[in-house]
């Protein structure tokens, strides 16, 4: 399940050596979500609490629109910052979430949020520069920069400090020469939101530094307590990252953005028109009409807080009983060190024993992460339930 032998990169059965930049390590969760796929294909009756997708399709308006594009359109490449009436759409919504006004031209539609991470990196770091990455965090930063030549710096975070950098971070990644720091609020794995002032502290920590800040703003709209912070709103020269994977339920369709200050816009279309060309051209479409079908996203995020609030009850019940409670995005990220010293055995017994995948924590902390699993509960409620009562059965005798 977890490949650690990706540093040495092979050459059986091929004419050279594979280049150094592809040693990168797995993401992990795929790699469980695709054991847990063959034994579903087989027949065991699996509840899938590993990966962070939601169960539910699209938006209606969104899957409508992408049929009228599909009978009538000629879906052929669009501009490579993304169809101009989906980048005015973004920054409407933009000003009308966070009222922050932001010009259409400086936002960057992409093929999911993860390419805008490629295509910004690429814009803002060379190779041998260094990045703030804060940890536990989401494992593919990571390894884009290692495969980019770019050297994480992790920040070690802390439950009691809701697992978010601090001032004096940003600080000491200054001093150390970092480039920048990326922060994701909510974060993934841990759910926990960076709560006022932290953010604009961190904000204008980085600007008197000199630091760039990226923001990963791809939870926001799956809040439970207080609404998310855009960096937008302290800084004019933040990156912000966002997607329609996670709170718009699109995470097939690949479609995601960026806004970005104005002086990146150029090479970023350059960086966008060379690697990809275009973002998909359907998925633009259904971009444009998930916008309409935000009373559906509401249900949704209400779904999600009913099951959040089932499992904060029911598994420290169980004996999970070190969960901090979620702010944001469908994730629980759980302490199991009562139970074990190895996360991933563990998350492997219980795929094995009760049919329940979860994600070992080495995914998102490879120094403390086989103390840790994530649940994500953005499954269906009566599944979510039933997880709840295998994982209890299971965990009672230990
Ligand atoms: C924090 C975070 N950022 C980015 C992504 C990438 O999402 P996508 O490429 O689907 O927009 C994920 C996916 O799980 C994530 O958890």
């Not at 993401?27 to 027949?43: W, Y």
């Not at 520069?129 to 390894?143: F, K």
């Not at 199991?336 to 010293?341: G, I, L, Q």
Request: proline share 7%.
């Amino acid at each position: 399940m977890h490949d650690i032998t990706a540093s040495a990169p092979g050459s059986k059965g091929l004419p050279r050596q594979l280049a150094r930049r592809s040693a990168i390590d797995p993401f992990i969760v795929m790699d469980v979500m695709g054991e847990a796929n063959l034994r579903q294909a087989g027949g065991e009756d699996i509840i899938h609490m590993e990966v962070g997708q939601p169960a539910t399709p699209a938006p209606r308006a969104a899957r409508e629109r992408a049929q009228q594009a599909l009978a009538g359109e000629r879906l052929g490449y669009t501009e490579a910052l993304g169809m101009p009436a989906l980048r005015e759409r973004i920054a409407r919504y933009t000003a009308e979430r966070y009222s922050v006004s932001v010009a259409p031209e400086r936002v960057v539609v992409t093929a999911g949020s993860s390419a805008g991470f490629v295509l910004a990196f690429l814009a803002i770091l060379d190779a041998g520069d260094a990045l703030g990455l804060p940890s536990p965090g989401y494992p593919c930063y990571r390894q884009i920069l290692k495969a980019l030549g770019v050297r994480p710096h992790l920040v070690e975070t802390s439950g009691q400090g809701r697992w978010m950098p601090t001032v004096q971070d940003v600080e000491r990644l200054a001093a150390g020469g970092a480039a920048g720091l990326l922060l994701a609020s909510p974060n993934n794995p841990t759910g926990t939101m960076a709560l006022p002032p932290r953010l604009a502290e961190i904000a204008e920590a980085c600007r008197r530094n000199r630091l760039w800040l990226i923001s990963d703003e791809i939870y926001h709209g799956l809040e439970y307590e207080t609404q998310a912070e855009t960096a937008l709103a302290h800084s004019g020269e933040a990156i912000v990252v966002n997607s329609f994977s996670k709170y718009f339920s699109m995470t097939g369709w690949r479609i995601g953005w960026l806004v970005v200050p104005e002086a990146l816009v150029r090479p970023l279309e350059r960086l966008a028109q060379n690697l990809y060309i275009s973002p998909p051209a359907i998925s633009q479409a259904a971009a444009l009409g998930a916008f309409e079908g935000l009373e559906e996203l509401e249900e949704i995020r209400c779904a999600y807080a009913r099951n959040r609030a089932m499992l904060l009850e029911e598994l420290p019940r169980a004996g999970l009983t070190a969960i901090l409670p979620a702010d944001g995005a469908f994730y629980l990220y759980a302490d199991v060190s009562r139970f074990t010293a190895d996360s991933a055995a563990f998350a492997k017994s219980m795929l094995k024993e009760i049919g329940i995948t979860a994600t070992p924590g080495i995914d998102f902390d490879a120094a403390r992460g086989a103390s840790y699993l994530r649940f994500c509960y953005a499954g269906p409620g009566p599944e979510m339930r039933e997880a709840a009562r295998r994982i209890a059965g299971w965990l009672k005798p230990r």
